[in-house]
């Protein structure tokens, strides 16, 4: 909040009113640690961006220039409406609609402090708020997931309601908040949210039925679980046999390439147990994301250590360490180069993992030698 306070400080000073509004305040009153801390303030962006050496206009619609101050990133958004009291009614949740000042004045109209004690969610306009942009709807299964507070009457009856038209957000969007939701603590009632206002059936970009809500709430996911882990369970519980069924939610390729090297790995588990073979092409990091992944879904699963001990009891960890290059073969061998390069130097990647062939250039040339005969 203190580096925060000093952009407050500088829009002040020129005459401009400032606040640090949103989750950055509701984590504050609740004692949590949080993630961004916007700001809202009456002077536009160009008048922002002439205050402060290093900006980037980030949002024209709703006027929104990064602040970077101290290597931190800063939201400095253009009050929506006429004052700041507008601002905040425009919010999706009570608990969401109070600023706080530089000395540290918290502005509640929406009686958002008191919905906070009461741990509740409830909308100044639950219609407008829910209508204006239907992701909030989501938004509040997920800090359901997060806070475990009840919800609203008024607004629980507008999100029956109106669900079906989440059908109209943008997958990338959704992916965000359902992972956010997928990772909170109270993630059993956020889906028996989801199942009884029927909202899982409005949800773009997800495959969400009853079936799979429930197998997922009895899931005791870390909070600090990776995204690629997170994504691989959901696939799991699908009981699809690769990644591809995430491309609708616009996720990057390379996190369906590490959630499909998982969905490989974990299938192969179910067959075996780990050889130093199958250890080393899986590779250490995800052999431990997949017992992890096992021990959730009730399965029998190596420790951590156990596979550190087998991981340490390998030669190489990788092509790079082997004692052969593609050059030394073509020296060898005097043959053009081509795909046998690639088929020889995994064949001596297999004899040392395997411990039949040390880990020596002499030793490798040999053993291919005698392998080509």
């Not at 993630?35 to 009456?42: E, G, R, Y």
């Not at 299938?267 to 073979?277: I, S």
């Amino acid at each position: 909040m203190e580096e925060a306070n000093e952009i407050l400080s500088t829009l002040n000073k020129e005459g401009f009113h400032a606040y640090i509004v949103g989750g950055a305040v509701r984590d504050f009153l609740l004692n949590r640690r949080s993630a961004d801390i916007d700001i809202v303030t009456s002077a536009q962006p160009d008048e922002i961006r002439s205050l402060f050496p290093k900006t980037i206009q980030m949002n024209t619609e709703h006027q929104t220039v990064i602040v970077r101050l101290n290597s931190q990133l800063y939201e400095v958004t253009t009050f929506r409406g006429d004052s700041l009291q507008q601002d905040l009614f425009e919010r999706d949740l009570t608990i969401n609609s109070m600023a706080m000042d530089v000395e540290g004045n918290l502005i509640d109209p929406a009686n958002g402090e008191k919905d906070l004690q009461g741990r509740y969610l409830r909308s100044v306009d639950p219609v407008k708020t829910m209508t204006d942009d239907p992701l909030r709807m989501l938004r509040v299964a997920r800090f359901v997931s997060e806070l475990g507070f009840a919800v609203d009457e008024d607004l629980m009856k507008v999100i029956y309601s109106n669900h079906s038209i989440l059908h109209s957000v943008a997958v990338e969007r959704v992916a965000k908040e359902w992972l956010k939701l997928f990772k909170g603590i109270h993630r059993q009632s956020a889906f028996k949210l989801l199942i009884n206002s029927s909202m899982y059936e409005s949800i773009p970009g997800l495959t969400l039925d009853k079936d799979v809500l429930n197998k997922l709430s009895r899931l005791d996911i870390d909070q600090d679980e990776t995204d690629v882990v997170c994504w691989t369970v959901y696939c799991l519980v699908l009981n699809v046999d690769n990644a591809n069924i995430l491309k609708c939610l616009a996720l990057s390729s390379q996190l369906i390439r590490d959630v499909n090297k998982r969905l490989v790995g974990y299938w192969l588990r179910t067959e075996q147990l780990w050889t130093n073979l199958s250890l080393y092409d899986t590779t250490i990091q995800v052999a431990k994301d997949i017992e992890y992944i096992r021990s959730l879904l009730g399965e029998a699963a190596y420790k951590g250590t156990e596979l550190e001990q087998i991981w340490g009891l390998i030669p190489i960890h990788s092509r790079s360490e082997l004692a052969i290059t593609g050059r030394d073969l073509l020296n060898e061998t005097n043959k053009q180069s081509g795909p046998w390069i690639k088929d020889e130097l995994r064949a001596a990647e297999e004899a040392v993992v395997t411990n039949n062939c040390e880990n020596e250039k002499e030793c490798l040339l040999e053993w291919l030698e005698r392998r080509r005969k």
